[in-house]
Nanobody, 129 residues
Framework: QLVLVESGGGLVQAGGSLRLSCTVSRHTFGTYTVAWFRQAPGKEREFVAA???????????DSVKGRFTISRENAKNTENTVYLEMTNLKAEDTAVYYC???????????????????WGQGTQVTVSS
């Protein structure tokens, strides 16, 4: 079982930057893809970015491509951290951001929320215009 904890959310002005962190913990070594999704009030959850276990493959939604960067540190066998660096933030980026892990496709990131087995509680990002 994996436990995911997000941090780094907050209030920022349009054009500003934030870095979100997702700490992924498990009792034994394992490989998994990690993705970020977001959900704005009144809207469905949408894919933002994903990264495979080695970091060699990433994917981004068109709405964040060129502004957001996903990366990861696999410093420990049982605890890894995935980052989402967000720059040039816009009001429409306001949402609760969730990280999620997919243990079945560790080398091929997927954009489908149903493919992800474990989810964090989310962190709020608010961009003021």
């Amino acid at each position: 079982q994996l436990v995911l904890v997000e941090s780094g959310g907050g209030l920022v002005q349009a054009g500003g930057s934030l870095r979100l962190s997702c700490t992924v913990s498990r009792h034994t070594f394992g490989t998994y893809t990690v993705a970020w999704f977001r959900q704005a009030p009144g809207k469905e959850r949408e894919f933002v970015a994903a990264i495979n276990y080695s970091g060699s493959s990433t994917d981004y939604s068109d709405s964040v491509k060129g502004r957001f960067t996903i990366s990861r540190e696999n410093a420990k066998n049982t605890e890894n951290t995935v980052y989402l660096e967000m720059t040039n933030l816009k009001a429409e980026d306001t949402a609760v951001y969730y990280c999620a892990a997919d243990i079945h496709r560790p080398w091929m990131p997927t954009i489908t929320a149903d493919d992800y087995d474990y989810w964090g509680q989310g962190t709020q990002v608010t961009v003021s215009s």
